[in-house]
Every structure is written in C-alpha cells, then in structure tokens.
C-alpha cells in the first residue's frame, strides 16, 4: 500500500520520503550495531528542566518531554493515533501509565515499525507502517493526534494538516510538538486555525530541549560516536551540541513548541 501511495508523488516528494526512510532504517542498524536497541525507544530532543551534570538515563528526558507534551488532558479511554511514532516509546508509556482505550502508530519507516511490532506488550497498541501526508484512517475517528518531533520531514506539511483535521472527531485534541524555524510555526499555526482548529495552549520550551541535549548528549556518543557515524545525517538531525539545529535553536531562528489544537465541534465531516 505505502508504495502505491508514494507512486502518486511527484519524483522530488518520492525522494524526499525515500531519504527520510533511509535515514531512519541507517538509525535503527546503527542501534542493533551499538548494542542499544532494545534500551532505544525514543527518537526525540527530550526535556530537562533543571542542571544535572550526571548523565541522563536512557529514555528519562524522553518520557518527560511525552508527559510535558500531555499536560492538562485527561486521555482516560481515548482512541489514539500517533503520527511519527518512531520507535514506539510515546506508544508504550500511553498504553501504561495514561488508561487509553487504544493507541495507533503509524510511521513511514518499515523498520520503526517492525521494532514496534517485535517488542510490543500492549493488546491496546496496534503499528502500521504509513504515509503522514496520506493516512490510511477513516474520518472523525480519532479523539486525539499526536506528532512529535517529525512534521518539519514532511514534503507537504500542510496535506499532513489536512489529514489530521480530517481523521479527528469534532472537539478532537491535536498534540503537536516540533523544532521548527520560527517563520514555518507562524505560517502553520495560521493555516491550522483556518482549517477549524482551535489554540488551546503553546509553550515555548526551546530552552528545556537544549538543556536535555547536553545532558544526553553522551547517550548519543554511546550509540553514534563512530567515525562513520558522526557526519552522517542521522547525527546532525538529532540536535547534539555542535550541530547546525542545535546552534540554530541557540540562536532564536528556530524555536521548539508544544502545542495543543481542537477540532471544533461544528466542523463535522
């Protein structure tokens, strides 16, 4: 089906999804070669609040950054759909500690998803492999979206806009979290209000991100530090200090956000 799909896009989206796939099929081999894997369930920034020079622990700013990022809902028997689900720690921890009803997750990348699917403990999970652009998800069935960390990967953002709204119930809860330049979050926010979302809340917590970077950052060595791992793409995507996203956060031109949407009731489908 996801070839079908990527056989409607034009020759430059094709090969702009086709990079991403191999980006994150290259992450998943370095993982397996590292012998990290298994303790690898997130691909995000993470979130720190506070100076502690002893080393993060695997996947400890991660689960922060998912529990910032749902703050203030109440997600007790909701249906989830996780776009981006990456390796499957947002899926885990909502299955365990939040009383959802069921947790989809979908991500482009097939060897995300043949790692979720191979350590999943959950009966409420379900993983499939799919287009962010193209969901492959009936209207109005979703009581929340989740995408973190992955929209500014998207060819076409605003067709992945589309398709949120499209997929939520009315009075659905978009969760959207992202490093974007800032310019980009200003057109998106406008695009999504014109859609029929409603603002609930945005926080800027740039400032939180960075802090967890340089605190993770020796996980990253752990994983990444070869040589032939250190200049790669994956490497650079990750917003390790010394990085043009990292220096680019520093600076103001891009900005991390947490943001709450909701598809107001009257824009049924």
């Known amino acids: 089906m996801l070839a079908e799909l990527q056989g409607q896009d034009s020759r ?9 796939m191999e980006m994150f099929t290259a992450y998943n081999r370095s993982l397996d070669e590292s012998g990290l894997s298994r303790f690898s369930t997130f691909i995000n920034w993470g979130f720190a609040s506070e100076i502690n020079h002893a080393p993060a622990s695997v996947n400890r700013n991660s689960i922060r950054l998912l529990q910032e990022c749902l703050d203030g809902l109440n997600l007790e028997g909701a249906n989830i759909l996780e776009v981006a689900c990456g390796r499957g720690g947002s899926v885990r921890e909502l299955c365990r500690s939040y009383g959802v009803r069921s947790v989809v997750g979908l991500d482009l990348t097939e060897a995300n998803i043949a790692f979720c699917q191979l350590t999943n403990r ?3 999970a379900y993983f499939c492999v799919g287009d962010a652009e193209r969901l492959p998800i009936g209207s109005s069935c979703c009581d929340i979206v989740l995408n973190m960390e992955a929209s500014d990967l998207y060819p076409s953002i605003k067709s992945f806009y589309d398709e949120v709204f499209r997929v939520l119930k ?20 406008r695009y999504l209000l014109e859609l029929g979302f409603e603002l609930l809340i945005s926080r800027d917590i740039t400032g939180e991100v960075l802090l967890s970077s340089d605190q993770v ?6 994983a990444f530090g070869s040589k032939n791992q250190v200049d790669t793409t994956i490497w650079h995507t990750m917003g390790v200090p010394g990085t043009l996203l990292y220096d680019e956060m520093k600076s103001g031109e891009r900005k991390y956000k947490i943001m709450h949407f909701r598809k107001q009731a009257h824009h049924d489908e």
């Open 12 to 20: 430059m989206t094709a090969a702009l999804k086709k990079d991403v």
């Open 122 to 124: 959950y009966p409420k």
């Open 170 to 189: 009315p009075g659905g809860i978009f969760i959207y979290a992202d490093d974007l330049p800032t310019r980009k979050f200003d057109d998106g926010e």
């Open 217 to 222: 950052q020796m996980n990253r060595l752990a």
